[in-house]
């Protein structure tokens, strides 16, 4: 499903077309003076400057101008997204212009052959989708080269919003946004992770936001998507036509009956939409019976597969064509998956959202959506206590959320990316945001058990049962299932190398792993030479045989951004651990007891006669910690990180 941003720029200057000759632009912004970035040694390139410029015309085309330019700091730039000039275009948005230059070092110009720019799909899942780009590789990309491209095109918008960003993965010197509107046109703009910026008044309706050297975004692990951690700009224009303000779309409420009104007609259901719910619904009485198997139906049956054009990137296919060819996109899904509820007197709504947290903002409506759930009215005689992932909602009372795209998570469940996330439920009342459950850590849970002998030259046999649900079964089981049989071995040794070295993985075996609304199980057996160290007459071994529950994310340089987790869960271990004949236990690492507001951490080690039995607990409460909190987290998790690190010392008695 696409929800694209819209990208509007103004043009003001005609480029230079001559061969091998680059633009005074580029040429002026090659001849910059830089400062020293934070980091610059880390980065493969400098945005010299990225500007976008923006004409609308009186009647709401748009004319975009963009120009890039890169200064080339390593080879392995060749390599990354500075190594070639991009320009988007569509069925209802035509590129006029588009070229690319680089200049050496030396001075040498050098431009991009027209025969050397393609035509590609920007999208690698759909059937068939009008968005595509131009595209051509930079001439030269070496260190010390500044390249850069300019392309032109008009589109007419379904939408008058737009985002920009300042920022990068990679130093940005000057970042322009230009913006040219007609008379009686007016605008609003919202600012993201910077203060409140007045553009400069260039007279004539034009205005100018800029912003030099930004710093890059410095990739931390468990960190939000970059984007959101971004300065950005958001802009929404306002026509002096009524019929054309429609497009604004100025609250979250207007684009809610823009989108019922856009779908309304596709949710009608038909005679063999109707058979087919009364075939697969035959004997069952329970209402969330019922909605659990019309909700497998959307998800197995109907392939994922999507075919966007014009209007169709927002505009879901009718619920009877969705049926017929039994395949559709994430919207599409939603819209069979309602009509079937519907047939058995379910009501329910469409729901945009991002798949990625923290770039809807509920201060600032915008159609900045990529994602279709449903939201399902749940009448106030069927019970929730089974169904993790409802909100009640003063005005639509109680709504179960539920993703008929993702295939491996169950009815009641949300997954992982859209919890702690904002969705818009689109109805015919208008639209509402609302912001998506952390489904409780209970609803995630991992218990590992083993039963592990060690022998007294410290090698290892060990028989592992796992019982997953939630979260954890999910992710586990969409690794199996990515993968054919003869190669899912790999997904367990790939987890098990994480804990263990030098093992051979001699029996596995998985259950239920096509039953999606069941516990995923896991048995396996293995074995590994030198687990233990031998010291003398000392054995060294790690209580905590598997498993790995602390990370490195806090250790090193100070960390910059908040961290963001997965999912809440719980998560257990229990091994029992027979000790080599005529070893006795020298020393036992003390148990962990520590606590967080995001996290609880308890474990234990007991010795029984020739039995070391070791037992933790780890409880994720929350997803998100922002940067005030990340000292109190870095205690926590450093706890239990020494706590893996621990080791129990055995000692020969004969």
């Given at each position: 499903?696409?929800?694209?941003?819209?990208?509007?720029?103004?043009?003001?200057?005609?480029?230079?077309?001559?061969?091998?000759?680059?633009?005074?632009?580029?040429?002026?912004?090659?001849?910059?003076?830089?400062?020293?970035?934070?980091?610059?040694?880390?980065?493969?390139?400098?945005?010299?400057?990225?500007?976008?410029?923006?004409?609308?015309?009186?009647?709401?085309?748009?004319?975009?101008?963009?120009?890039?330019?890169?200064?080339?700091?390593?080879?392995?730039?060749?390599?990354?997204?500075?190594?070639?000039?991009?320009?988007?275009l569509s069925n209802n948005k035509k590129v006029s212009f588009f070229k690319a230059w680089t200049i050496l070092p030396n001075g040498h110009e050098i431009e991009a052959s027209d025969k050397e720019v393609v035509e590609r799909s920007v999208s690698s899942y759909e059937v068939f989708a009008d968005?595509?780009?131009?595209?051509?590789?930079?001439?030269?990309?070496?260190?010390?080269?500044?390249?850069?491209?300019?392309?032109?095109?008009v589109e007419k918008p379904y939408a008058y919003d737009q985002r920009w960003y300042f920022q990068d993965v990679v130093p940005v010197h000057r970042s322009r946004l230009i913006v040219q509107l007609p008379n009686g046109w007016e605008f609003r703009t919202f600012w993201a992770n910077h203060a409140?910026?007045?553009?400069?008044?260039?007279?004539?309706?034009?205005?100018?936001?800029?912003?030099?050297?930004?710093?890059?975004?410095?990739?931390?692990?468990?960190?939000?998507?970059?984007?959101?951690?971004?300065?950005?700009?958001?802009?929404?224009?306002?026509?002096?036509?009524?019929?054309m303000r429609m497009k604004s779309t100025g609250s979250w409420k207007e684009i809610g009956l823009w989108y019922n009104d856009l779908t309304t007609s596709s949710r009608i259901s038909t005679p063999q939409i109707k058979e087919k719910v009364d075939q697969l619904t035959s004997g069952l009485s329970?209402?969330?019976?019922?909605?659990?198997?019309?909700?497998?139906?959307?998800?197995?049956?109907?392939?994922?597969?999507?075919?966007?054009?014009?209007?169709?990137?927002?505009?879901?296919?009718?619920?009877?064509?969705?049926?017929?060819?039994?395949?559709?996109?994430?919207?599409?899904?939603?819209?069979?998956?309602?009509?079937?509820?519907?047939?058995?007197?379910?009501?329910?709504?469409?729901?945009?959202?991002?798949?990625?947290?923290?770039?809807?903002?509920?201060?600032?409506?915008?159609?900045?959506?990529?994602?279709?759930?449903?939201?399902?009215?749940?009448?106030?005689?069927?019970?929730?206590?089974?169904?993790?992932?409802?909100?009640?909602?003063?005005?639509?009372?109680?709504?179960?959320?539920?993703?008929?795209?993702?295939?491996?998570?169950?009815?009641?469940?949300?997954?992982?990316?859209?919890?702690?996330?904002?969705?818009?439920?689109?109805?015919?009342?208008?639209?509402?945001?609302?912001?998506?459950?952390?489904?409780?850590?209970?609803?995630?849970?991992?218990?590992?058990?083993?039963?592990?002998?060690?022998?007294?030259?410290?090698?290892?046999?060990?028989?592992?049962?796992?019982?997953?649900?939630?979260?954890?079964?999910?992710?586990?089981?969409?690794?199996?299932?990515?993968?054919?049989?003869?190669?899912?071995?790999?997904?367990?040794?790939?987890?098990?190398?994480?804990?263990?070295?030098?093992?051979?993985?001699?029996?596995?075996?998985?259950?239920?792993?096509?039953?999606?609304?069941?516990?995923?199980?896991?048995?396996?057996?293995?074995?590994?030479?030198?687990?233990?160290?031998?010291?003398?007459?000392?054995?060294?071994?790690?209580?905590?045989?598997?498993?790995?529950?602390?990370?490195?994310?806090?250790?090193?340089?100070?960390?910059?951004?908040?961290?963001?987790?997965?999912?809440?869960?719980?998560?257990?271990?229990?091994?029992?651990?027979?000790?080599?004949?005529?070893?006795?236990?020298?020393?036992?690492?003390?148990?962990?007891?520590?606590?967080?507001?995001?996290?609880?951490?308890?474990?234990?080690?007991?010795?029984?006669?020739?039995?070391?039995?070791?037992?933790?607990?780890?409880?994720?409460?929350?997803?998100?910690?922002?940067?005030?909190?990340?000292?109190?987290?870095?205690?926590?998790?450093?706890?239990?990180?020494?706590?893996?690190?621990?080791?129990?010392?055995?000692?020969?008695?004969?």
């Amino acid at each position: 499903m696409i929800f694209a941003a819209l990208g509007i720029v103004l043009a003001y200057q005609s480029p230079c077309t001559g061969a091998d000759k680059a633009p005074d632009w580029l040429r002026a912004a090659a001849q910059e003076k830089l400062p020293e970035y934070p980091k610059q040694d880390e980065a493969v390139a400098i945005v010299v400057l990225d500007e976008e410029q923006t004409t609308v015309r009186d009647k709401g085309e748009i004319e975009i101008r963009i120009r890039r330019a890169y200064k080339i700091l390593r080879p392995e730039a060749r390599n990354s997204r500075y190594s070639f000039a991009e320009a988007s275009l569509s069925n209802n948005k035509k590129v006029s212009f588009f070229k690319a230059w680089t200049i050496l070092p030396n001075g040498h110009e050098i431009e991009a052959s027209d025969k050397e720019v393609v035509e590609r799909s920007v999208s690698s899942y759909e059937v068939f989708a009008d968005l595509r780009e131009k595209f051509v590789k930079f001439p030269e990309v070496n260190p010390g080269s500044v390249v850069g491209y300019e392309s032109v095109a008009v589109e007419k918008p379904y939408a008058y919003d737009q985002r920009w960003y300042f920022q990068d993965v990679v130093p940005v010197h000057r970042s322009r946004l230009i913006v040219q509107l007609p008379n009686g046109w007016e605008f609003r703009t919202f600012w993201a992770n910077h203060a409140e910026q007045d553009p400069q008044n260039l007279g004539a309706n034009r205005y100018q936001w800029e912003i030099d050297d930004s710093p890059a975004i410095e990739l931390e692990p468990q960190m939000p998507v970059w984007n959101a951690i971004a300065v950005r700009l958001g802009v929404k224009y306002y026509p002096s036509d009524p019929a054309m303000r429609m497009k604004s779309t100025g609250s979250w409420k207007e684009i809610g009956l823009w989108y019922n009104d856009l779908t309304t007609s596709s949710r009608i259901s038909t005679p063999q939409i109707k058979e087919k719910v009364d075939q697969l619904t035959s004997g069952l009485s329970d209402p969330i019976a019922k909605m659990k198997v019309l909700a497998s139906f959307a998800q197995w049956q109907i392939r994922y597969a999507a075919i966007e054009i014009g209007i169709g990137g927002y505009q879901p296919h009718p619920a009877s064509d969705v049926y017929h060819h039994m395949y559709g996109d994430c919207k599409d899904k939603v819209t069979l998956f309602s009509a079937m509820l519907n047939e058995i007197g379910i009501e329910s709504y469409y729901v945009l959202i991002n798949n990625r947290r923290r770039l809807v903002n509920p201060d600032f409506p915008m159609t900045h959506f990529n994602h279709a759930i449903v939201a399902i009215h749940l009448p106030d005689d069927i019970p929730d206590s089974s169904l993790f992932a409802v909100v009640k909602d003063p005005q639509l009372g109680r709504l179960l959320f539920f993703d008929p795209t993702n295939p491996y998570v169950p009815f009641g469940y949300l997954p992982a990316y859209l919890q702690d996330n904002y969705g818009l439920v689109a109805g015919p009342k208008g639209g509402q945001l609302i912001q998506l459950p952390v489904l409780p850590p209970p609803a995630n849970r991992l218990i590992r058990t083993g039963k592990i002998s060690v022998g007294s030259t410290g090698s290892m046999a060990g028989d592992f049962q796992e019982v997953r649900w939630g979260a954890p079964a999910q992710d586990r089981r969409e690794q199996f299932l990515r993968e054919g049989p003869a190669k899912r071995a790999k997904v367990f040794e790939n987890f098990l190398g994480s804990s263990l070295s030098d093992f051979s993985l001699t029996k596995a075996s998985i259950g239920n792993l096509e039953l999606y609304d069941q516990n995923l199980t896991l048995e396996y057996r293995v074995v590994a030479d030198s687990y233990a160290k031998v010291a003398g007459n000392l054995l060294i071994l790690r209580p905590r045989v598997i498993g790995n529950e602390s990370w490195s994310i806090l250790s090193g340089k100070p960390r910059k951004y908040p961290i963001e987790f997965q999912e809440a869960a719980r998560l257990e271990d229990v091994f029992d651990i027979t000790l080599p004949e005529g070893y006795v236990v020298d020393e036992l690492p003390k148990g962990i007891d520590a606590e967080c507001s995001y996290g609880s951490y308890k474990s234990q080690v007991q010795v029984n006669g020739n039995m070391l039995h070791y037992t933790r607990m780890y409880e994720i409460k929350d997803v998100y910690v922002p940067t005030k909190n990340l000292d109190e987290v870095k205690a926590f998790l450093s706890q239990i990180a020494a706590d893996e690190r621990a080791s129990a010392v055995l000692r020969r008695v004969n």
